[in-house]
């Protein structure tokens, strides 16, 4: 069974950091697209930021220059870490594995496989 558990979430003010991990259980993390979803109050779902089996990164226009993704594919776990943190990055975060492009569909995250899910709450 796979299985992605997200962890790292929390309360910071305005121009902090987080780091955001997720490890994953039941399949091979190096061998599969990872990705990291967020949906703040009222939202649709939206891709954060996505890291291929070959090491290419992808990062939504609204974070680039802030966010940076990773992956240790030893422990089997992928990061997100997060600068420079403002009130609109105020969402849930979903880790995600997938290899057909992360899709959302009507505002709904498909991924093949997704976390639970980890609250960032962003202060002014």
């Known amino acids: 069974e796979v299985q992605l558990v997200e962890s790292g979430g929390g309360s910071v003010q305005a121009g902090g950091s987080l780091r955001l991990s997720c490890t994953g259980s039941?399949?091979?993390?190096?061998?599969?697209?990872m990705g990291w979803y967020r949906q703040g109050p009222g939202n649709a779902c939206d891709l954060v930021s996505a890291i291929v089996s070959d090491g290419s990164t992808y990062y939504a226009d609204s974070v680039k220059g802030r966010f940076a993704i990773s992956r240790d594919n030893a422990k089997n776990t992928v990061y997100l870490q997060m600068n420079s943190l403002n009130p609109e990055d105020t969402a849930v975060y979903y880790c995600a594995a997938d290899n057909t492009g992360f899709p959302v569909v009507d505002g709904v995250c498909k991924a093949d496989y997704r976390g639970q899910g980890t609250q960032v709450t962003v202060s002014s």
């Open positions: 039941g399949f091979i993390l190096d061998s599969s697209d």
